[in-house]
């Protein structure tokens, strides 16, 4: 199975006639974009097959994306259109690590791209982070949007008061799970147990707790306008946390300068009496979670805002400290990528070691050839959807161009590929099985007048797969 290669008479290097055959190893955004930019760009035939552990496609937008936010999940059109091409093959239920190492991939494929996205979260590495009611918000996310891997988690939900450690989109996401009636959330696709959890739940006020000041929160403004919107929550923040605020600077977004100018609306607006809270303080620093069986505090240094000598606004402890009472604590401080076994790891950063997407060996500082990173795990977790599609291009462009330099050895190919993953991994699914998983969750929901009741469960998606 050698590769002919041809001149091109738009290009000084040659083309590839044979299919360049990629693994996709992550079926999210990152994923799909890259699938999408190699159907359009390779100069040649190209077989691209689209790996993912679960059996159901769309990584965070079907298990990150708030249940209150089905707009944004209709960006999975899109991905539908991009799996409907015969030259993508989906299997899903295939893990990389327990049914497939690196090595088979680089036997199979002429080039891997990693878009497996960050699966473990931030500590603060404090006393008290292992006492129960203390969690990443993460995991709770994962639980309200029927992850498997959370399916089992059960939070305490009987007292009053959560704390929130961090001030970004996530720390919004869970503080209106929290906040919001069991009657509204009942019309989303959130998951069965969390909503029966939820409507039990007596959380009346959520903190919201931010290491630096107004002008440094990492939420956006559409998603504090909408809790802002909301007519069922009041919000709080102490006017005094306004006046310390440090210095927006010359070079200040407008979309910050918004996030400022409308959380000092809040701070001065008068509270209308109703029985849910968002709390939002400024420039403190958990230093331990306290309490006997369970946590019952959250021990909080001041701190306050000063420049670095990169011009960076950072916290510095005043050496004043306040006791805060928590019956739940979620830290929402941020996602940190994994390492897949084979492959290069950065354990600072948490991200594979990479160069705009080629991967790089550690010790001789060289790209390795024929891996390649796109999504969170390249660049860390920050950014919308839409920024993994110039992520994920940039990886491509950066693959399609080593290919035409320096075209690899044959491999072994699509077809042999995929009788390695039956003899390994009897249940692959394919995106007919998830297009019935599709169907059967749509179906379940419609009755409630719900987008769609989730499956949880590997063997129920299975089953229904195969049906
Ligand atoms: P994030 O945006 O990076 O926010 C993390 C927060 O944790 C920041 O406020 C950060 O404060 C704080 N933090 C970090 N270390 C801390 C520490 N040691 N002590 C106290 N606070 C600490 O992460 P995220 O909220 O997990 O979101 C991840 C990405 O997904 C973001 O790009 C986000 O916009 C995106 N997302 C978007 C949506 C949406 O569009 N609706 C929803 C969810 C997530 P400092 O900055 O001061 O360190």
């Excluded at 239920?93 to 699966?119: P, Q, S, T, W």
């Excluded at 000041?213 to 069922?232: N, S």
């Excluded at 001041?302 to 510095?316: F, K």
Aim: hydrophobic residues 40%; charged residues 25%; negative net charge.
């Amino acid at each position: 199975m050698g590769r002919t290669l041809i001149p091109d008479a738009r290009s000084p290097l040659p083309v590839m006639t044979d299919p360049l055959r990629v693994a996709v190893v992550g079926a999210g955004p990152a994923g799909f974009y890259a699938c999408e930019h190699l159907l359009a760009e390779a100069p040649g035939a190209v077989e691209v097959s689209l790996i993912d552990r679960l059996p159901t496609p769309f990584g965070l937008v079907r298990s990150g994306v708030a249940p209150d936010h089905q707009s944004i999940k209709g960006v999975t059109r899109v991905y539908d259109r991009i799996a409907a091409d015969p030259r993508v093959t989906f299997h899903g239920n295939v893990e990389h690590g327990r049914d497939l190492r690196h090595d088979d991939l680089l036997a199979y494929f002429h080039a891997v791209i990693y878009c497996v996205g960050c699966r473990s979260f931030r500590h603060l590495g404090i006393p008290g982070e292992a006492l129960p009611g203390r969690a990443s918000a993460g995991d709770f996310v994962g639980w309200y949007n029927a992850h498997p891997d959370q399916r089992t988690r059960r939070f305490d939900l009987s007292g009053e008061r959560a704390v929130v450690v961090g001030v970004g989109n996530v720390a919004l996401d869970v503080a209106r799970m929290l906040l919001t009636p069991a009657e509204v959330l009942a019309t989303t696709d959130m998951a069965d147990h969390a909503l029966a959890a939820l409507a039990q739940s007596n959380i009346r006020e959520v903190t919201l707790l931010g290491l630096r000041g107004p002008a440094q929160v990492a939420f956006t403004l559409p998603e504090l306008k909408e809790f802002a919107a909301r007519d069922d929550i009041d919000i709080v923040i102490d006017p005094q946390d306004m006046k310390e605020d440090a210095t927006l600077g010359p070079d200040a977004s407008r979309g910050r300068e918004q996030v400022v100018a409308l959380l000092n609306e809040l701070a001065v607006r008068p509270e209308r009496g109703c029985d849910r809270r968002l709390v939002i303080r400024f420039m403190v620093s958990p230093v331990a979670f306290t309490g006997d069986d369970r946590v019952r505090e959250v021990e909080v240094a001041h701190t306050e805002l000063q420049h670095n000598a990169d011009g960076v606004v950072v916290a510095r402890p005043t050496g004043s400290r306040e006791m805060l009472p928590a019956d739940l604590v979620l830290t929402a401080i941020g996602y940190r990528g994994s390492a897949l076994p084979g492959v290069p790891f950065d354990p600072i950063r948490g991200v594979i070691p990479n160069d705009r997407g080629r991967v790089i060996d550690p010790v001789s500082g060289k790209a390795r050839p024929r891996e390649y990173v796109a999504g969170w795990i390249k660049r860390g977790p920050s950014g919308v959807i839409g920024t993994n599609k110039p992520d994920a291009y940039e990886t491509v462009d950066a693959l399609l161009h080593d290919m035409q330099v320096h075209p690899p050895d044959p491999v072994l190919g699509g077809d042999v590929f995929a009788r390695l993953l039956q003899e390994r991994c009897g249940d692959v699914v394919s995106y007919a099985g998830w297009e019935r998983i599709n169907a059967a969750e749509i179906a379940r929901g419609e009755s409630a007048g719900r987008p769609r009741d989730k499956f949880s469960d590997i063997d129920d998606m299975i089953e229904v797969a195969e049906a």
